[in-house]
């Protein structure tokens, strides 16, 4: 019943390429770029200047509208290098859904991405689709990863309630190292979360409930090796808030989780709390910083695959200057009880709109315990050269 509920979804969410063709004018856009990816630091799989991608990327991007409707396709073609002692072509249709907007009800049906939350560095509140920590750097789509999804949401006056199901790929990837191994597939079933949203004077609320699966998993041993059972359900309450005024802005969230029975080490019902408060300037239109605290805690976790500190401090940085022609953008999560570094600078230049050159840096640092420990030996530098259409 579950491989027919999900064939069903699936062909729901491919309902996109069958109607595509009906729309009568398509604009596209994009990219393509050269970029070279090495590693800083040397691990178990790697050497210090050894390159972790090295290649081209053309991305294609699709839009089309009629009436009501709106069609949107994003691809990635990329070709490696000799990354996997050979060369390797990949294509990624990263996006690819449609849209029916009415005065009562938006609806998306397809592969897209699931955003939750509106802190801007790895919200409380975003665990419905994975990250791919591993693939950090300038794009979405490479720290990101899209899912089959159907989201739904009404307008009710001022409250906006918003519903999305979907399935999604697996659990949050750590690094090239660390084998995403499913265990039980077939006990993974339909996702689910609910929000409303609504205004109160000035700010802006939500709250939530989340039914998912746990996208850190636990740390399962094969005889393939170490990988990880995403197949823990998990329920959440979310909420959230928004306070602007001028220039300035205060935003909160909290994930509250309970977690199913850690069947691997016999504890019952493990749950989370992870909370943000963050308070942001706006410099320019186009120009913010801001600061965040972040309290993280598991309870009755008998090892939990990854972890971060108690207490951390987040800065995000992003100013353009000289007309947008220079772009720096930065991130730094600290741990304060516990040593947690994360730092990713990306410098931007665009001389014109048609081309820009980007480099930067992402470091991961901590005690071995920590995520951001766990995967130090990933720490890799950048740069890229693109010419948009």
């Keep these: 019943m579950r491989r027919l509920g999900r064939t069903i979804f699936t062909g729901v969410c491919l309902l996109p390429v069958a109607v595509s063709p009906a729309f009568a004018e398509l604009s596209l856009s994009g990219y393509a770029k050269t970029s070279a990816y090495w590693f800083t630091v040397s691990g178990r799989t790697h050497e210090a200047g050894e390159f972790s991608r090295l290649g081209v990327r053309l991305q294609v991007n699709g839009d089309a509208s009629y009436n009501q409707v709106r069609a949107k396709f994003a691809v990635d073609i990329d070709y490696d290098f000799g990354m996997l002692s050979k060369d390797v072509l990949f294509i990624n249709p990263f996006e690819i859904y449609v849209d029916l907007y009415t005065t009562l009800v938006d609806l998306r049906v397809g592969k897209q991405f699931v955003f939750w939350g509106t802190t801007s560095w790895l919200p409380p509140t975003d665990v419905l689709a994975p990250w791919n920590f591993a693939g950090m750097g300038p794009e979405i789509e490479d720290y990101r990863v899209s899912v089959p999804a159907v989201k739904l949401d009404f307008y009710l006056g001022d409250v906006t309630v918003e519903g999305i199901c979907f399935y999604s790929a697996a659990g949050n990837r750590y690094g090239p190292g660390l084998t995403a191994v499913q265990v039980e597939p077939e006990a993974k079933a339909l996702e689910g979360a609910l929000k409303v949203m609504w205004p109160v004077k000035t700010v802006d ?131 304060v009880d516990k040593y947690s570094l994360f730092v990713m600078p990306i410098l931007e230049f665009r001389p014109v709109d048609a081309i820009s050159f980007s480099a930067g840096t992402v470091v991961f640092d901590g005690d071995r315990a920590t995520v951001f420990g766990a995967i130090d030996a990933f720490d890799t530098a950048f740069v890229e050269v693109k010419g948009y259409f």
């Design 205 to 335: 609320f939500s709250a939530g409930v989340l039914l998912i699966h746990d996208k850190d998993g636990l740390p399962v041993f094969s005889p393939e090796g170490m990988g990880f059972d995403y197949t823990r359900r998990v329920a959440a309450f979310t909420t959230d808030g928004v306070w602007v005024s001028g220039r300035w802005s205060l935003r909160w969230e909290l994930l509250a989780q309970v977690m199913e029975q850690d069947k691997w080490f016999g504890r019952n019902n493990p749950y989370r709390v992870d909370a943000a408060v963050e308070a942001a300037w706006m410099l320019t239109e186009n120009s913010k910083l801001s600061l965040q605290y972040r309290f993280w805690k598991n309870w009755n976790e008998a090892s939990p695959a990854f972890v971060f500190p108690e207490h951390r401090l987040v800065f995000t940085g992003d100013v353009r200057l000289f007309s947008d022609m220079l772009r720096i953008r930065t991130t730094v999560d600290a741990g």
